[in-house]
């Protein structure tokens, strides 16, 4: 009836709203891959792009590792967040950020000490590419850890429902501040620069993100009193 399918399109525009940010998330890979090929055209040409290719392809590897630590979190925390189980909460969320910090710390020293082993899967030891690559790896490699974090933050706050934070921090990461450290920081320290926009873009939205996370826990600890 009437009802039922209002009731129905409610749900699907609330979970459609929840889900939002996740959208921006993948959104953000397909703008990270474009404005870098243009940066790294206009810097480096075509072999500089052959490089930055090369992150590319793994970066959504990076992604769903995260993405995997969180979406096995969720439904924990938005079960016992549901039913006022906020100690069960957090200490999934100790668990969880744990995790998120030992896969960013072995993701990053992975990236960071081999990057010979990872650049030549794709091109050839004499390859213009690769050295361009080998060289700009250890410099991407410094944004994952924060990277990985941003990803399980931004889920953490959609188990709790706060949707507008989520939204926030993905429209910052991925918008206001990617694009312009990809335009504006070649410019102040050259060619390394294009390399440090992601990392640079991840380490100030974690800033923001550890923020709203700990304004979230003081508010979460005042419920308990």
């Known amino acids: 009836n009437q009802s ?30 474009f404005v870098g ?5 206009r810097y480096l ?13 793994y970066t959504p590897f990076i992604f769903m590792i995260a993405n995997a630590i969180i979406q096995s979190a969720q439904p924990i925390v938005s079960y016992n967040y549901a039913f006022g ?3 069960r909460v957090r200490k999934t969320k100790k668990v969880l950020f744990y995790v998120a910090l030992v896969a960013g710390i072995v993701l990053t ?6 990057p010979e082993i990872f650049v030549h899967f794709f091109v050839g030891k004499n390859d213009p590419a690769a ?7 250890p410099y991407f490699a410094a944004g994952i850890i924060f990277f990985i974090f941003n990803v399980c933050i931004v889920g953490y706050f959609q188990s709790l429902e706060k949707m507008n934070s989520a939204l926030a921090l993905m429209i910052l990461r991925g918008f206001l501040i990617l694009v312009p450290s990809f335009l504006l920081i070649p410019e102040i320290i050259g060619v390394r620069g294009i390399w440090f926009a992601m990392p640079v873009s991840e380490a100030i939205t974690f800033i923001f993100s550890v923020i709203l996370l700990a ?3 003081e508010k ?3 419920l308990d009193r």
């Open 4 to 33: 039922s399918l209002r009731k129905m399109l409610k749900i699907l525009a609330y979970q459609s709203k929840i889900g939002s940010s996740s959208l921006l998330g993948e959104l953000m890979l397909a703008i990270l891959a």
């Open 37 to 41: 090929n243009y940066v790294f055209m």
């Open 45 to 57: 040409g075509d072999n500089g792009v052959g490089a930055f290719g090369i992150a590319c392809y």
């Open 85 to 87: 189980a906020l100690e």
């Open 109 to 114: 020293a992975v990236f960071l000490f081999l």
């Open 131 to 137: 050295p361009i690559a080998i060289e700009g790896f």
């Open 215 to 217: 304004r979230i826990n």
């Open 220 to 222: 979460s600890r005042h």
